[in-house]
């Protein structure tokens, strides 16, 4: 699947050409002239990287990558703001709120291809990290002083899902363990659980794995994965 890329920006002709740009370098681009909308598909929708212009009406580019930093699905994306401003001042606001690249119009075929070049392995690194394989195995878990036993449904570097919450609540944080494929000894981890899909399932975002954990799940992930 194409990586999946997200552009806004209040000018048609602009969104126009980046789509023209970017899509033939193998990605899937969604463009947006309507800021607030781009901040609700943020919420909901899963990307890889964003394209965000400075200055737009209702969220300008600042305030946008702020909320996209704050999801749960696009924090750790790369951001490039378009910017026709090449002040420090500008250049501070934009990494403060989490900007990686900025871009400078007017912009050509050219820089686009490079800057491209430069993000590709940032956007796979982020695509594997979310990347969720099926994986099954039983998972003992600790909420405050309660104690149940789920399955997992699918792993992957940054979190995993379970068959049901046991009860916890989105934000609450839980302790699991659990083995992991081709591993001597169980996981023991601390969670936050970041969302529930119907009928009990809970997905889970890992908060301590140690690295040699992490190097395991990450060896199921590149097995399975295909960039």
């Given amino acids: 699947m194409a990586p999946k ?65 704050a999801t749960s699905l696009n924090r750790d994306v790369p951001v490039v703001m378009l910017t026709g401003l090449d002040d420090a001042e500008s250049m501070r606001r934009g990494f403060n709120a989490g900007t990686t690249f900025f871009l ?4 050509t075929p050219g820089k686009i291809h490079a800057l491209f070049r430069a993000i590709r392995g940032v956007i796979l690194r982020e695509k594997r990290r979310h990347a969720r394989l099926p994986y099954r195995t039983m998972v003992a878990c600790q909420w405050h002083f309660q104690h149940f036993r789920t399955a997992s449904l699918n792993l992957g570097e940054g979190g995993m899902m379970l068959e049901n919450s046991g009860g916890v609540s989105v934000g609450e944080e839980v302790s699991l363990e659990f083995m992991l494929p081709h591993a001597d000894e169980r996981v023991k981890v601390r969670a936050k659980l970041l969302r529930r899909e119907p009928p009990d399932r809970a997905a889970l975002e890992f908060l ?17 994965v295909k960039d």
């Fill in 5 to 69: 890329i997200i552009v806004v920006d209040d000018e048609q002709p602009v969104l126009n050409l980046l789509k023209r740009l970017v899509e033939p370098l193998g990605f899937e681009v969604l463009t947006l002239a309507d800021s607030r909308e781009a901040a609700r598909r943020l919420e909901t929708e899963k990307f890889d990287a964003a394209i965000l212009d400075v200055h737009m009406p209702n969220l300008d580019g600042f305030k946008l990558c702020e909320r996209l930093r």
């Fill in 104 to 107: 400078g119009k007017p912009f």
């Fill in 208 to 224: 301590n794995l140690s690295l040699d954990d992490q190097s395991v799940i990450q060896q199921y992930i590149l097995v399975g």
